[in-house]
């Protein structure tokens, strides 16, 4: 069964990235120990990405000459028109992701589906009982606003099913996100 997934990296009080979109606050903590081993057990698992509008801008903006996601097929969830990557899989959609989320778990194969960025978007998969697991790298730095690590209407219980210390502080954990009552979904 096709499982929906957020991987992700964030602040200690809960930002994805900084008050101007950047990154390089994260680039600090960049190659510790068993991250390589994490991300490459992490993406062997996937088989399609989605991720809003705002990353594939941000990625088209910071990483042009290296598409890091290979031949996964990408869905970019949209209200605006995107530049296309030649020769990458990417489908623009527009609408709830309740409509969309059949379609890209098929895209993924029987694999799990990458929820990648950002708050916005995976507060969306929360809210409509779709996401599956969140895997949270929690880095020992304070940004004092920005991107939030989630943008929800409501809430959400979670159960931790992993936690590991890294050096440098780097926490990650795991954890189920638990459903309400007709949230179930099988893709």
Same mark, same amino acid.
């Given at each position: 069964?096709?499982?929906?997934? %957020? /991987? =992700? $990296? !964030?602040?200690?009080?809960? %930002? ?12 600090? /903590? @960049?190659? /510790?120990?068993?991250? !390589?081993?994490? #991300? ?6 996937? *088989? ?28 970019? /969830? ?14 623009? =959609?527009? *609408?709830? =992701?309740? &409509?969309? $989320? ?14 990648? *960025?950002?708050?916005?978007? !995976? ?8 996401? @599956? &697991?969140?895997?949270? #790298? ?23 099913? #992993?936690?590991?210390? %890294? ?7 795991? %954890?189920?996100?638990?459903? !309400? ?7």
């Amino acid at each position: 069964m096709t499982q929906f997934r %957020y /991987f =992700v $990296a !964030a602040s200690a009080d809960g %930002y994805i990235a900084d008050e101007n979109d950047r990154l390089d606050w994260l680039m600090d /903590f @960049d190659g /510790f120990e068993g991250q !390589a081993e994490s #991300y490459a057990e992490f993406v062997a698992q996937i *088989g399609a990405v989605a991720m809003g509008a705002d990353t594939y801008s941000w990625l088209l903006n910071n990483m042009p000459e290296v598409w890091p996601y290979g031949d996964l097929p990408v869905w970019v /969830f949209t209200h605006r028109e995107l530049a296309a990557i030649p020769g990458v899989d990417v489908t623009y =959609v527009r *609408g709830d =992701v309740n &409509e969309w $989320a059949g379609d890209v778990a098929r895209s993924a194969n029987g694999k799990d589906v990458w929820v990648l *960025g950002g708050g916005s978007l !995976a507060g969306q998969f929360v809210d409509e009982g779709l996401l @599956d &697991e969140l895997l949270l #790298y929690t880095m020992p730095v304070l940004l004092g606003g920005g991107r939030p690590l989630f943008a929800m209407r409501g809430r959400a219980s979670l159960t931790p099913t #992993y936690s590991r210390d %890294y050096v440098k502080g780097v926490h990650e954990t795991r %954890y189920t996100v638990n459903k !309400a009552p007709g949230q179930d979904h099988e893709y």
